[in-house]
């Protein structure tokens, strides 16, 4: 651990069932005409609607943007912006997933500092704390966004996604509603929980974790893995459906402070290339990059098995065993979970092996792969690419 460390968390959090009816008196409080960042599915659960309802009854005027259709793109960025400006809001609310958060973090920086959203990345461009709060407020329980000072762009013309982290991108409030995450359904759950465990087990193996950050990762772990299972199998458990949302909340606040790793290092150019959904791409590669990496990290490995243990009795008595047993778990949840390998989802193998140069340089230039407890070379990010292709979460495969 270095000599001292730092954390960030949003100013206030408000957490539990039914916290999204506070909507409206925490908008008052920060401003009188909202920009709602959304998208068409929120609207059509009537979310968007009920949402409008809670600020109008505060005094609270609102204007919406549902143009969210993927993952976020500098064009949503500038079309949302464009709306903002127009409307003269003076508070920004993000309603849905990670993507309608991300933007939504965007252009509250960008009102307040100009330019263009790439600006900002890798530091190139200063930014001071925008002018406009936000109140992020999530209906999945996995991207953690709504906690973090990180938000992913997709420049639509490099196809690049852009990770920008600064304290700018904060929200000033994240409201967290297991209630609003009930219709998500089973291959959302099945996304979102594994972009999860990912930021937790990252988070925790991350060369910049430090106590903090350790503590949280462990925790989010802990609901993760005896949650999942049941949100994605019972779409009406909703005491697991509520440990997903905080253990969520808490990945995301381990992997802000203590940086994500190799997998979403290697996941990003996965997404931007072939649109593949950000948490499905995390879990293809996780299980291949945990045993890639696990010489450099099994007793950290082995000192998660307690959370991960099914039956009692078993006898895990070595370091090395313990890891493993951590590794197989994933994969196992990973093939509960109907997580398909990059052949499988439907990707050319022709148009993956012309794209390897690519992913392999921009999963680098990200540099998330520099804070893996086995730091590869581009050479190995390479071959990780080509297992991940044809990868079984069933098979006794191993990645060395």
Sequence with gaps: MNTFAQFHSPPGVLYGRGCFQQAGKEAAAKGKNALIVTDPIMARLGYV????????????????????????????????????????????????????????????????????????????????????????????????????????????????KMMIKHPAFMPALAIVDPLLTMSAPPQVVAATGIDALCHALEAYLSRKAHPMTNMLARSAISHIIQSLRRSYDNPHDLDARERMSIGSLQAGMAFSNAS??????????????????????????????????????????????????????????TVTERADYVIRNVKELCLHLQIPNLRSWGIPEREFQASLEKMARDAWDSGSPANNPRVPTIEEILQLYRVCYDYSFSGDQVVN
Excluded: W
């Design 260 to 317: 994500v790793t190799l997998v979403h290092g290697m996941s990003r150019p996965i997404g931007a290339i072939f649109h593949v959904p950000h948490g499905i791409s995390n879990a293809m590669l996780l299980p291949a990059v945990l045993e890639f990496s696990s010489s450099a990290c099994q007793e950290q490995l082995a000192e998660l098995t307690p959370l991960f243990l099914q039956e009692q009795d078993v006898e895990l008595v």
């Design 49 to 160: 609607e009920q949402c409008r309802q809670l600020l109008a009854e505060e005094g609270v005027d609102s204007v919406v943007y549902q143009g969210v259709i993927s993952e976020p793109t500098d064009e949503y960025v500038a079309e949302s912006l464009e709306v903002l400006r127009k409307e003269a809001c003076d508070i920004v609310i993000s309603l849905g997933g990670g993507s309608c958060i991300d933007t939504a973090k965007a252009i509250v920086v960008l009102e307040s500092n100009g330019g263009y959203i790439g600006d900002y990345m890798g530091g190139k461009k200063a930014c001071v704390q925008p002018r406009i709060p936000h109140i992020a407020i999530p209906t999945t329980a996995g991207t953690g966004s709504e906690a973090t000072d990180v938000t992913v762009i997709t420049n639509s013309q490099s196809h690049v």
